[in-house]
């Protein structure tokens, strides 16, 4: 992979395998099957069954130092909700990244897992008193005050004898992201404090003041499954030009700047991506220009990736349970569907299914494949191409399916979510078990 783009490169020029939305060790394998990381998707199904969520370690440690790289005088930290387990946590520590969580209990893994709380970031719009309670006990590095009533709640709960260092959620009014669901960068959603109508303003004097509250810096995320560099850089550029008013104001030069996460990343061949290489390069440029025009000191940066380390190094794996041609369309269901991924139900966004550990001659019919929910929303793909003699029993897998699938899991129809297995030079490792009936019908104690 190169360092400039995350894009992971096609195996062919003209991408003939189909395999550019793939982990980088994606490799077409004997009779049809895959292999990701040296392990055969055919017996990764085998040995752990379906629905199965496997993740490739070197693709998650190769794209976070990708951006260690492009962004190296940069903190880069990891957003836990695209995916979390504690063998993730791990990964994310030992490349050097921090981690945004945003709740007590993503905190509380990462925690338990060894993460040094110090380089933790705590968000969300409505925090818990046990959010917040646990944040200040475990000492996370910054908490991102994301509303009014949160200051003074978060200024009584510091021990006296300390000074917890937060930072502003700020809307900077940009629409940017790949869905309406997903857009958090203007006015008319729930996150952040508004620059236009002076809430931010109000609330960083309002921090200001607070003994127990030492303000750091200044955030923003302007909304996820972004491609395109310029958004953010007007992000940066109405962001420094908040930070002058600060300074003007108040004083005060803040030191940190995070820009939030939102990288977008191909699901489908054909797709884009957001270019890191190049948004490093922009970014730096705007941030500098726009200090020395404000005659401000260079602010540390931090950018808060989920879905760009995590999503492209994940491929979900399901058998096909039925088909069935209708007067116009072949459907092609499979063992799990919006349970494990709710993302085409919510957002509406299709993926790219392939047939492995099977070759078939047939000619391609193209088919819809859906989930085994009870909801005819339950659609994993619509119009692919799947050779046309595809039958229940064979395998399909897809692929960027690492981010914002399992961590949004639900317990729909009670068919259990998922285990996560790891692979790494030819070996597969269990990292997250399947949810059994047992556990299932442990929490429900009436009668
Ligand atoms: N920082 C903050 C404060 C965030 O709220 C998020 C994502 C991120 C960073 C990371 O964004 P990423 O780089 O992963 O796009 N469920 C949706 C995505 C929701 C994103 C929520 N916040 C999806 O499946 O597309």
């Known amino acids: 992979m190169s360092v400039t783009s995350l894009t992971p490169p096609a195996l062919t020029p003209d991408d003939s395998e189909g395999l550019s939305v793939w982990p980088a060790s994606a490799r077409p394998a004997a009779d049809g099957d895959l292999t990701v990381g040296g392990v055969s998707l055919k017996e990764a199904a085998d040995r ?128 940017a992201g790949g869905h309406a669901k997903i857009r958090t960068g203007t006015d008319d959603q729930k996150f952040g404090l508004s620059i236009t109508d002076g809430s931010a303003q109000h609330a960083i004097a309002n921090v200001l003041r607070r003994p127990h509250l030492e303000l750091v810096g200044l955030h923003c995320h302007i909304g996820s ?31 940190e700047l995070n820009i939030g996460g939102g990288h977008g990343i191909a699901y489908r061949p054909g797709e884009s991506s957001l270019d890191i290489g190049v948004l490093a390069g922009r970014v730096r440029a705007e941030l500098v220009d726009g200090c020395a025009h404000a005659k401000l000191p260079v602010p540390r940066l931090t950018l808060e990736p989920g879905r760009a380390l995590v999503g492209p190094a994940g491929v979900a794996v399901y058998h ?9 369309r072949i459907f092609v269901a499979v063992d799990g569907g919006m349970s494990d991924n709710p993302r085409p139900a919510l957002y509406g966004v299709r993926y790219s299914p392939r047939l492995v550990g099977r070759r078939s001659t047939a000619a391609p019919a193209l088919v819809t494949v859906v989930g085994r929910h009870c909801e005819a929303g339950d659609v994993l793909a619509d119009a692919v191409p799947l050779p046309g003699d595809v039958r229940p029993g064979d395998l399909l897998a897809v692929p960027a399916a690492g981010a914002y699938h399992l961590s949004m899991a639900s317990g729909y129809n009670l068919v259990g979510r998922p285990p996560i297995v790891a692979v790494r030079d030819g070996a597969a490792r269990m990292l997250v078990r399947r949810e059994s009936l047992e556990d299932m019908s442990r929490r429900d104690v009436g009668l």
């Open 225 to 255: 499954q972004i491609t395109s560099v310029k958004p953010y850089v007007a992000a940066v550029r109405r962001m420094v030009g908040l930070m002058s008013q600060v300074r003007d104001q108040h004083g005060v030069k803040l030191p």
């Open 320 to 328: 096909v349970l039925a088909v069935k041609q209708t007067a116009g």
């Open 48 to 175: 752990f069954g379906t629905p199965l969520y496997v993740l490739d370690e070197g693709e998650v440690r190769d794209r976070c130092r990708a951006y260690r790289t492009a962004f190296p005088q940069a903190d880069v930290v990891y957003a836990a909700k695209a995916f979390l387990c504690r063998a993730m946590v791990r990964w994310v520590e030992e490349e050097g990244l921090g981690l945004d969580v945003c709740s007590a209990g993503e905190l509380g893994l990462a925690v338990t897992a060894g993460f040094p709380a110090e380089r933790i970031v705590m968000h969300g719009n409505a925090k818990s008193p046990e959010d917040l309670r646990t944040a200040i006990r475990l000492g996370v590095g910054r908490i991102v005050v994301d509303s009014a009533s949160e200051i003074a709640q978060l200024d009584s709960i510091v021990p006296h004898s300390d000074r917890q260092q937060v930072m502003i959620r700020v809307v900077p009014g940009i629409a």
